[in-house]
């Protein structure tokens, strides 16, 4: 059974889980370490979910994460999801439809009037199960700037 909850306490067991979640996100981006996920929990914009298996123990019992960020800007409440990951062991078994359903609620709750995401072309389940979850891909370019180092 899978359950999502908002991150909380940062425990040995949730950086070993990021630890273990990170490279199946990014094989570039290492994984956040107990203080960043700390002051992530902190933020008052962001809510960090993680998807816990009850029946699993220890930091092998979460499956996957996401953060939500909810912010104001002069237009309105905007909320954004990101860095989403599910385990490989528990993928096609609902845990991505629940965290999205989730973080979708906490939105909404904060009054965001929608929610957006971006997802690359390649990750084909990830854009279906947005599709079924009522998002709409949107015409748009995204732009990124990188720091020079």
Do not use: K
Request: charged content about 25%; aromatic content about 4%; hydrophobic content about 45%.
């Amino acid at each position: 059974m899978i359950e999502i909850r908002e991150l909380e306490d940062v425990t040995p067991d949730v950086v070993a889980a990021f630890q273990r979640l990170t490279p199946q996100l990014s094989s570039s981006a290492p994984a956040p370490t107990a203080g960043e996920l700390a002051e992530i929990v902190a933020s008052d914009t962001t809510v960090l979910l993680i998807a816990v298996d009850s029946e699993a123990t220890g930091e092998a019992a979460i499956r996957g994460s996401m953060t939500l960020v909810v912010f104001r800007i002069p237009t309105g409440v905007r909320a954004w999801i990101e860095d989403v990951v599910v385990d490989a062991s528990a993928r096609g078994a609902g845990v991505g439809a629940a965290l999205n359903r989730r973080a979708i609620e906490i939105a909404h709750d904060r009054g965001a009037r929608t929610v957006d995401l971006t997802s690359r072309p390649s990750r084909e389940a990830a854009n279906r199960l947005y599709a079924r979850l009522g998002f709409a891909r949107r015409d748009t370019n995204v732009y990124r700037h990188a720091r020079d180092d």
